[in-house]
């Protein structure tokens, strides 16, 4: 119908990236659930083992994606002690893995050897419904599963299971389908899931830029112009 | 020991006269008399490096909830009543802003590592300027006064040990120097707080938010103010609480504590 479409890519990249990492922490570290217990009273006594996560010394990290937030991803969780960094997506990217010694692999092996795997790849016919069964299957018991991509990536239902079972450790999930989940959904009760309303460009400052930006593709789209960002179809 | 307890004193330490080591868990020794137990001939073991990268994490991850907003966050989403997420509904970024480090330690220094990462500008105060390639390694710019740090921050982390003189080093004043934007992050002791101080603070804006790992005393009453205030994230001290550090810390207590009994070197004793 001759419709153009304008978008915001890269101005986000920051604040997405920053996001997954936050909720990367929150899930390992419990940090909703810790906090609960605070002001819950559940917090009696301290035990040496009680509420007990995962740290990211020595740990593999696993990237579906290495796109632009993927990348930024990896960079933030570099210092935290991360000893490998796999990546798997559609072909190698060599000259950006080299940036963190990244391994490309398929995502069978990126399940069975990551502690933490980070989705932040893009919804496609290929990557729709991609973390299935199969894929927690392969996971380790003591591994987190975080996705800040979209809900459609993962099959929902085999994630309720697999957390449910203990086959993985704890997911945070910046997206769902759809969002919000029904009330009475299997996710929302589950204490080794943190759920987030879809926050990951949520800043004041990134939103702000993404306003003016939409705002400029619209305009030059008006007066017949090239766009800032224009999405080729 | 695990924690505080028993508490040592004068009583305990003659009830047991055979005693020779005490292993301690974790870096903080705020809870021993060092001085009392080593009249007695006891020695005293810790377990410092082991937690620093563990409680460096969690550092960052109550900086990145607060800016983030995760708690408040994952309370919309898991809720019966959300109907819709509001596109309004915004956090502040941690790329970019300032981030003030009070006890550059092991900890300390593990956590400018992590923040640099997010493009944060770091500031530090410390008893001693570090060595040079180390503030430069993170891009760390030293406050020999903590007024110039405070003044500058929008996040302040504070990762030093108690003692006499770090005792209520954050107080009325403190705060007051603080920008009215700015979160307080606390991973070291609670006493390091004006905790009475720092609930007028939050409850008058004087600063924006508080992120605290640790508290006095720990857990707060079930009455206190703090459990009430929605600019506040309490976690109940489990800045060194993975399985695998919490193991290390068990085999490290046993070795100095097998070693004391053997008379040989006691492995971590603190002096």
Redesign the interface.
């Known amino acids: 119908r001759g419709i153009r479409v304008g978008y915001t890519p890269d101005v986000l990249t920051d604040a997405t990236a920053e996001l997954s990492v936050a909720l990367l922490l929150s899930a390992c570290r419990r940090l909703p659930e810790a906090a609960q217990q605070v002001r819950s009273g559940g917090w009696t006594t301290w035990k040496p083992l009680w509420m007990c996560g995962y740290g990211l010394s020595d740990s593999t990290v696993g990237i579906i994606g290495l796109g632009r937030i993927g990348q930024a991803v990896a960079r933030r969780l570099k210092p935290f002690g991360v000893r490998k960094f796999l990546y798997t997506g559609s072909g190698p990217k060599p000259e950006t893995a080299a940036e963190f010694g990244a391994e490309f692999v398929p995502l069978t092996r990126l399940a069975e050897e990551s502690d933490f795997v980070v989705v932040t790849c893009a919804l496609t016919p290929a990557t729709q419904g991609m973390c299935n069964k199969d894929f927690f299957g392969r996971m380790k018991k003591t591994s987190v599963f975080v996705n800040t991509s979209r809900g459609a990536v993962v099959n929902q239902e085999d994630l309720y299971n697999a957390l449910a079972s203990g086959q993985i450790a704890a997911a945070g999930l910046d997206v769902t389908t759809p969002e919000p989940l029904p009330t009475d959904h299997p996710l929302l009760s589950l204490k080794n899931c943190v759920i987030l309303p879809h926050i990951g460009s949520a800043t004041y400052a990134t939103r702000s830029t993404m306003a003016v930006l939409a705002a400029n593709n619209l305009l030059a789209g008006l007066r017949g112009e090239p766009m800032p960002h224009e999405l080729k179809l | 020991m695990?924690?505080h307890k028993p508490a040592i004193n004068e009583e305990l330490l003659q009830s047991l006269p055979n005693l020779k080591v005490v292993a301690s868990?974790g870096v903080g020794i705020d809870h021993l008399d060092v001085k009392l137990l080593s009249s007695y001939g006891v020695k005293v073991a810790n377990t410092p490096f082991v937690v620093s990268?563990?409680t460096a994490?969690?550092g960052?991850?109550?900086l990145?909830?607060s800016?983030?907003?995760?708690?408040e966050?994952?309370?919309?989403?898991?809720s019966?009543d959300?109907?819709?997420?509001p596109a309004d509904?915004?956090?502040?970024?941690?790329?970019g802003a300032t981030l003030g480090i009070v006890g550059m330690g092991t900890i300390g220094y593990k956590v400018a590592?992590?923040a640099?990462?997010?493009?944060m500008k770091i500031l530090y105060h410390n008893r001693s300027q570090r060595k040079k390639e180390e503030e430069s390694a993170v891009g760390a710019v030293y406050c020999k006064k903590i007024d110039d740090l405070l003044q500058q921050s929008d996040f302040v982390l504070l990762a030093v040990n108690l003692t006499p003189q770090t005792h209520k080093l954050i107080g009325k004043r403190e705060l007051e120097l603080m920008k009215p934007t700015a979160t307080l992050i606390n991973i070291s002791r609670g006493l390091v707080v004006d905790q009475d101080a720092l609930v007028e603070a939050l409850q008058n804006k004087v600063i924006k938010a508080a992120a605290l790992d640790v508290t006095y005393p720990?857990?707060?009453p079930?009455d206190h103010p703090l459990?009430k205030l929605k600019n506040v994230?309490?976690?109940?001290?489990?800045g060194s609480?993975?399985?695998?550090?919490?193991w290390v810390?068990?085999e490290e207590m046993v070795e100095s504590i097998e070693a004391g009994l053997a008379g040989l070197p006691v492995p971590r004793e603190v002096l």
């Open positions: 695990w924690y868990s990268a563990d994490d969690m960052m991850a109550l990145l909830a800016s983030r907003r995760i708690v966050g994952h309370q919309m989403a898991v019966p959300t109907e819709y997420f509904w915004l956090g502040v970024e941690v790329s590592e992590r640099k990462a997010f493009e720990e857990p707060l079930r459990l994230i309490i976690t109940p001290h489990i609480a993975t399985t695998k550090t919490r810390m068990m």
